[in-house]
C-alpha cells in the first residue's frame, strides 16, 4: 500500500478535522502519500481529489466542521455512480480509504468494498454516539458540553420565572446526547427513545414525582423520541397542568458546532492513527473503536445492524439523583392514604 484517501461523509461532527490530521500525519509517518476526498462520496464520483502534506493539516486541530467538507450523495447510492467513484480512485492510484462518518457512510463503503474490493477502515464520526463497537464517537463529548452550557443558562431564567423548559436535543434514534446532558445539567428528566415513555407518564412524574416540589423544572428530550417532539410533549403537558409556566428551546444544529474538547480531539487522534495502522495490517470493511480503552476494529456488518444500547444506571441515575422516588398515581393515593392514617391515630393516641 503506497497511497490512500481520506473522506468525511454524513453529519459533520467537532473533530473531524482532528481525525482527518492524524490520518495524514500518521500515513505520512508511515511513509504513505495521502490524498483528501472533497465532499466524501460526491467527491470521488467527480474525482475531486488533492494531495495532502503536512502543512494542509496544520492549525486545524481545534476547529469544527470538516475542512474536506461533506455531503450526502445520492448518485453514491447507484451501481453507475459507485463504478464512476471507483474509477477515479484507480486514476489517481488509490490502495486504501478511511472514512470518517456514521452508519451510512459504512453502508456506502462494505457496499463499495463488496463490488469492488478496495480496503477501507472507518472512524465513528457522529454526535449521536450510536455507534456499536467503539464507547464513544468523534463530536459527541463536544455536543454535550454545548447542551450543558445551554442548560446551566435556561436554568438561570427558569429558576426566575419559576417555568418548566423541555429542551430538545439531537438523537433521531437514540438518546445518548439526551440522557448525559440531563445527568450533567441537572434535569429532572431525559425522554428518549429508549425509555419508551408515553405522554400520560410524563404528565403523572410532574404531578406525582420527582418534580412535583420544585418551582422550576429541566426536561431533556431527545427528538427522536417515540412520544413526540419538545414541543408536542410540551403542548401536552401544559394541556393537563394548566398553572405550570411552560417553555421549550430547541437546540437543533448549535450542537454540531465549535471547537471540539480535549476528549474528542485525543479520540480523533487514536481513531486516525489506528485506522491508517489497521490499512497496514491489511484490515479492511471495519471500523476502528475504543471500548474499555482499547483499540478495537468491528466488522462494517456489525456496526450498521447492531444497536448499542444505553446503560441502564444512567436512567436510574436520573430519577434517583431528583431526591424523591416517583410513584404511579395508584401508589401515590395509597401512600397518601396511609400517611393520613397514621397521623389520625397519633393525633387520637395524645388526646
Known amino acids: 500500500m503506497k497511497r ?42 467527480n474525482g475531486d481529489l488533492m494531495e495532502m502534506d503536512d502543512r494542509s493539516v496544520s492549525n486545524i486541530i481545534q476547529k469544527g466542521g470538516t475542512i474536506l467538507k461533506s455531503a450526502r450523495s445520492e448518485a453514491f447510492r447507484t451501481p453507475e455512480g459507485r463504478k464512476k467513484a471507483f474509477q477515479n ?16 457512510t459504512f453502508t456506502g463503503a462494505q457496499l463499495f468494498h463488496s463490488e469492488f474490493g478496495i480496503p477501507c477502515v472507518g472512524c465513528p464520526g457522529t ?11 468523534i463530536g459527541y463529548d463536544t455536543a454535550v458540553n454545548t447542551c450543558l452550557a445551554a442548560i446551566d443558562r435556561i436554568r438561570d431564567t427558569a429558576d426566575a420565572h419559576e417555568r418548566a423548559f423541555f429542551i430538545e436535543v439531537m438523537g433521531r434514534d437514540t438518546g445518548y446526547i439526551a440522557v448525559r446532558s440531563a445527568i450533567g ?28 416540589s420544585k418551582s422550576s423544572h429541566i426536561v431533556v428530550v431527545a427528538e427522536g423520541d417515540t412520544s413526540g417532539r419538545a414541543g408536542e410533549i410540551a403542548s401536552a403537558v401544559k394541556k393537563a397542568i394548566p398553572d405550570l409556566d411552560i417553555k421549550v428551546t430547541i437546540l437543533g444544529h448549535v450542537q454540531r458546532g465549535g471547537a471540539p474538547t480535549a476528549a474528542d480531539r485525543v479520540l480523533a487522534s487514536r481513531l486516525g492513527l489506528g485506522a491508517v495502522e489497521g490499512l497496514l495490517k491489511s484490515k479492511t470493511n471495519v471500523m476502528v473503536g475504543v471500548i ?54 397519633k393525633k387520637a393516641k395524645s388526646k
Open 4 to 45: 490512500i484517501a481520506v473522506f468525511t461523509s454524513g453529519g459533520d461532527a467537532p473533530g473531524m478535522n482532528a481525525c482527518i490530521r492524524a490520518v495524514v500525519r500518521a500515513g505520512h509517518y508511515y511513509g504513505l502519500e495521502v490524498f483528501g476526498v472533497i465532499r466524501g462520496y460526491d467527491g470521488m464520483i
Open 89 to 104: 480512485l484507480k486514476k489517481f492510484g488509490i490502495d486504501g480509504l478511511v472514512a470518517i462518518g456514521g452508519n451510512g
Open 127 to 137: 454526535i449521536d454516539n450510536d455507534l456499536y463497537g467503539t464507547d464513544f464517537t
Open 185 to 212: 445539567g441537572g434535569a429532572e428528566m431525559a425522554i428518549m427513545p429508549e425509555k419508551k415513555m408515553n405522554v400520560k407518564d410524563i404528565i403523572e412524574k410532574f404531578k406525582y414525582g420527582t418534580s412535583s
Open 292 to 345: 474499555n480503552r482499547t483499540l478495537t476494529y468491528t466488522d462494517f456488518k456489525e456496526t450498521i445492524t447492531k444497536k448499542k444500547p444505553i446503560n441502564n444506571e444512567l436512567s436510574r441515575m436520573i430519577e434517583i439523583l431528583n431526591g424523591r422516588k416517583y410513584q404511579q398515581p395508584s401508589e401515590a393515593k395509597a401512600s397518601a392514604k396511609a400517611e393520613k392514617s397514621t397521623k389520625a391515630k
